[in-house]
């Protein structure tokens, strides 16, 4: 069947092995100094992994794969106990995946005199999870896609705030894909690279972050074909000798392949600029800026 998988790019795979603990289905392993994908059937897809590879090397592509199995999974969880076993259901409620969330359950029903911790308590606290998300995401699970609300607590009287702002947009189209790395609009540019979330969650992305600069936005997740994306960005530091690279992710983990691009695209250019990394909130607060 056709179905999404995790791909490793054994090029820039340096074999840390960081992906290997956060991938709780147990399909990632270190094999002669590469991380590999040991079974079809135990990947699901969702990319948990991808946030924790500093090489920007694995991606989720879509191909022929064998089908996923929940069943075999959870074989595997219940040998790594309690907390794995719940940090892997968690992951599959916050992706929306009931089914494959009310056979694991089901599994463990089926099979409480084998297994070694107290089930139930596993399955409240799943069923209890909170509606916020923790900032502490060691826990495991991918909070990438989990859906929230933010209900607002009043509304500003600050001046600038209140007035409509116009649109700081310089260009067209700003999808990585699409853009031309040379055009114009980059040459000489100070240049903004923004995970597609980014602006949805700041109010004030525009007027504070945008005015005067190029843009070009990426998702680090869901995109296909991202080694493009490290090659555009050599060529705006080489061939539009951009001044500066500005690089936004939200904190969620599979973000951070962004940031891993634009550093080995500076890596690879002749000329070297600064870039200056930001991690925004899933409320539009920033939570960290540095220049790397």
Not at 131 to 143: A, I, L, R, V
Not at 172 to 178: A, E, G, S, T
Not at 233 to 241: G, L, Q, S, Y
Not at 273 to 283: A, R, T
């Amino acid at each position: 069947m056709i179905r999404e998988v995790v791909k490793i790019d054994e090029d820039l795979c340096n074999g840390c092995g960081d992906c290997v603990p956060n991938c709780h289905e147990g399909a990632l392993q270190v094999i002669d100094g590469k991380v590999r994908l040991i079974s079809d059937l135990i990947c699901d897809g969702l990319g948990a992994c991808l946030g924790h590879c500093p090489m920007g090397a694995i991606e989720i592509e879509k191909r022929e794969a064998e089908p996923y199995n929940e069943t075999k999974v959870m074989e595997i969880m219940v040998e790594k106990g309690k907390a794995t076993v719940t940090a892997h259901l968690k992951h599959l409620k916050e992706h929306g995946e009931t089914g494959f969330l009310k056979e694991g359950v089901l599994f463990l029903k089926n099979n409480i005199n084998n297994i070694k911790f107290n089930i139930n308590e596993v399955i409240m606290e799943v069923h209890n999870m909170g509606n916020k998300m923790e900032h502490n995401h060691q826990g495991g699970g991918c909070p990438g896609s989990k859906m929230m609300s933010f209900a607002p607590e009043g509304l500003s009287l600050d001046k600038e705030e209140s007035v409509s702002g116009k649109s700081e947009l310089r260009q067209w189209p700003v999808q990585m894909h699409l853009i031309n790395p040379v055009a114009p609009y980059f040459r000489n540019a100070d240049v903004v690279i923004a995970a597609d979330c980014v602006a949805f969650s700041m109010g004030n992305f525009h007027q504070k972050y945008l005015k005067g600069k190029g843009l070009a936005i990426a998702c680090p997740k869901l995109d296909d074909g991202m080694e493009s994306y490290i090659e555009k960005m050599t060529k705006m530091v080489d061939e539009a000798k951009i001044n500066t690279l500005t690089v936004m992710i939200m904190e969620v983990p599979c973000c951070g392949g962004l940031m891993q691009m634009a550093k080995m695209a500076v890596a690879n250019a002749t000329r070297k600029v600064p870039i200056k990394g930001m991690v925004v909130s899933l409320q539009g607060e920033v939570l960290s800026e540095e220049w790397v």
